[in-house]
């Protein structure tokens, strides 16, 4: 019995006002920028100490909405993802501009600050470009793209929605973590393979196009522009240390991301039928979670299952799946990406829930040493 059975779909709850909790990020910002000092530390406190303790408090939602809710209805929910890009350049630039041009803070303040924003753009900017750049609206795919940009990580959405979601537990998939694969060694693959495995597949795209990998209509040109103007901006408003104040809070946003990245796959692998050919993504190989207020803060997408099920379903309508459907985090995703910064204490915790997965949607595979992440071959065709 699924948790959609126990919970009868319901409408009344698309709610949008919730979700706007996220704005709350905005004033946490400002007030770090302006006054510096102890209140820096509200931003990672706001985060990844207060909003899992009202996890606690608030337990799950285990509530399924309407899947087939027109879009009419999501108006207030498309705006927020919409509206937070003008947000967000005026933060970091913002607070670029005071700290160069105004403030008297410390170098320790300073990094502070910006890893703050750092936090932000990655728990909210990521998040809701990814929402963005999942939808077929050019207008929203824009804005995806300008948000990845802002934290210089545009090919992310070639890597995610040609090969993650395609790709998904193979070794063709960059950020599918491999069992006993600690956080930091995957950080650092990550990193290292990402933009090449971005272009070999845009370079596929474009050969199915009858168009060379060079032509100006790769989007690889695309991301590196955007990234190329806003690192210009950065130091017309504060020369090399605002260049490097921009970076430092980009790679802050991107080791969130990655983080979340590894939480969500974590040891899970799609079942080899031979010849380089793998069984389809089913709900059962992401993590998932229904936690009430990690879920409000990053826009369901702890509600991972779903999303690889129906990537292009709007956030608010993803639905929730039972123990028996998918596996289940212990805790949101806050908790969960703090584990993975100690390997040591994550493998203790979830390799023997890894071991249970197996068991319960594998049962006749009984040799996982094949299933070692880049021992099977890749998937047939990928590049």
Known sequence: MTWATESPTDKNR????????TLTFVPLVVLAVLQGGWTILLIPFYGWVLMP???????????????????????????LTCIWFPIQITLVFGSLYYLTRVGQYSTLETLGIMFGIGVTTGTVGIVYAHELFHKPNRIERG???????????GHFRTEHLLVHHPHVGTSRDTVTARYNEGFHRAFARTLWTGFGSAWRAEKAMQARLNRSPWHPGNPIWKYLGLQVVFLAIAFAIGGWIGVGL????????????????????????????????????????????AHRVSGLL??????????????????????VYDE?????????????????????????VFNPRVR???????PEITDWEPYKMGTLPKPKGAG
């Open 14 to 21: 698309l709610n949008p006002w919730p979700y706007w909790m």
């Open 53 to 79: 303790l009202l996890d606690i408090i608030m337990g799950k939602d285990l509530r399924n909405p309407d899947p087939d809710t027109p879009e009419a209805e999501l108006f207030w929910f498309r705006l």
């Open 143 to 153: 804005l995806g793209d300008l948000l990845m940009a802002l934290v210089l990580y």
């Open 246 to 289: 921009f970076v430092f809070q980009a790679f802050v946003a991107i080791w969130q991301l990655e983080l979340t990245n590894y939480v969500e796959h974590y040891g899970l692998t799609r079942k080899h039928l031979g010849d380089g050919k793998y069984e389809p993504v089913r709900p059962h190989h992401s993590w998932d979670s």
């Open 298 to 319: 990053l826009i369901n997408l702890q509600r991972h299952a779903d999303h690889h099920a129906h990537p292009m379903r709007r956030f608010p309508l993803l639905q």
């Open 324 to 348: 028996s459907e998918v596996p289940l985090l212990p805790t949101g995703y806050p908790p969960m990406t703090a584990l993975a910064m100690i390997p040591p204490l994550w493998r203790r």
């Open 356 to 362: 249970a997965w197996r068991k319960q949607f594998y």
